[in-house]
């Protein structure tokens, strides 16, 4: 009734191919509706275009090149209310 080296370790196989299949399928789901998040935390969009043209809208409106209102507009079409 004694175990040899195969069977002995089976169980660790089994464990790391079920966690496998579990993360696949968590990033599956994830991905396919739209849960992942990449770069700056933003959804899938070009998140580094977005950024930058975020960073652009936000140095403008520090050296004074549009109003207040215009970059809380341009700030809204961006996405990036907050």
Known sequence: MGFDMGT???WLFWLLLTIGVVLLAV???RALGGGITRGDGR???A???Q????????E???R??????EYQERLR????DS
């Not at 004074?64 to 209102?69: A, D, F, P, V």
């Not at 079409?77 to 990036?80: N, P, Q, W």
Request: no cysteine; proline share 0%.
């Open 60 to 62: 403008r409106y520090a």
């Open 47 to 49: 998140s580094g275009e």
């Open 77 to 80: 079409v961006l996405g990036g």
């Open 27 to 29: 990033v599956t789901v």
């Open 8 to 10: 002995g370790w089976m």
């Open 51 to 58: 950024s930058r043209a975020r960073q652009v809208l936000d």
């Open 64 to 69: 004074g090149e549009i109003s207040t209102e």
């Open 43 to 45: 959804d899938g969009r």
